[in-house]
């Protein structure tokens, strides 16, 4: 890899209903030269050495033993998401592969709904909303 070249990211797709975010896709390209599945699968040999990340966006791609083993630089999975349970810590792990995850992304906004659903149900909101 050229010592300018931006690292490798494996991301499912951009846009869409599965796809990485459209306003996440110019701080991700600061960053990494993005690639996506379909071009990483028209590709495997050129691209599987150029790959040093896979970023998990709504639980996809999904985390193989196949796809880890097609990605010999690979270095992190980075999850969007607070959990993990879609993945194989274990088998990851053993690629000498690193999960990230954000635990607290969501954690504000969780606490604000749960209180907000707790006072309509004191308050019986729902029930005096008449349409």
Avoid at 15 to 30: D, M, P, R, S, W
Avoid at 76 to 98: E, P
Avoid at 103 to 108: K, M
């Amino acid at each position: 890899m050229a010592e300018h070249e931006l690292p490798g990211v494996l991301i499912l797709d951009i846009g869409g209903t599965q796809g990485v975010l459209a306003n996440h896709v110019a701080l991700l390209k600061k960053h990494f030269c993005l690639i996506t599945m379909k071009e990483f699968l028209a590709n495997k040999k050129e691209m599987s050495k150029k790959i040093q990340s896979v970023f998990v966006f709504e639980c996809r791609p999904t985390i193989d033993r196949e796809l880890l083993e097609s990605l010999p630089n690979l270095k992190v999975i980075a999850n969007s998401g607070v959990g993990v349970d879609h993945l194989d810590l274990k088998m990851i792990s053993s690629f000498g592969v690193k999960v990230t995850n954000t635990p607290q992304a969501v954690a504000d906004s969780t606490a604000d709904i749960g209180m907000a659903l707790m006072l309509a149900s004191a308050r019986r909101l729902v029930e005096g909303n008449v349409l």
